[in-house]
């Protein structure tokens, strides 16, 4: 899986410099599920999705769900493991990145997001 920068192109922002780009089952269904530990920098951009779990996680992710443009329509903040669901009926593509311990992602509601 190539590994590629995640940027707010809405306000040029940096998110994170170490994103997998999820595009077939297998690596959809996998996620981030096997790692131990998920920092902040990085994380997975998973096509094809509206819904997400956090069953057998170690780490605490932030999420963002993407409609077909990559606008934020949803966004989820250091979500526990072994949450059972988290949905967003319009969304097309998630974000799951390590939980930023501190201070915000400067990422709102309606930025667009891309892989660089």
Partial sequence: MKVQTLRNVTN???L?????WATN???RGLGLLLRASVKADEGLWIDHCSAIHTM??????D????????RVL??????APNRLA???RDAVSVVELGAQDTGDRNVAIGDQL???
């Avoid at 994170?16 to 997998?20: F, I, K, N, S």
């Fill in 25 to 27: 089952p297998w690596e």
């Fill in 74 to 79: 949803q966004i989820a903040q250091k979500v």
């Fill in 12 to 14: 040029g922002a940096l």
């Fill in 16 to 20: 994170a410099t170490r994103v997998g």
């Fill in 114 to 116: 891309i892989l660089e």
């Fill in 86 to 88: 988290l949905t967003c």
């Fill in 63 to 70: 999420v963002f769900f993407l409609d077909k443009e990559g």
């Fill in 56 to 61: 057998m996680m170690r780490a605490s992710i």
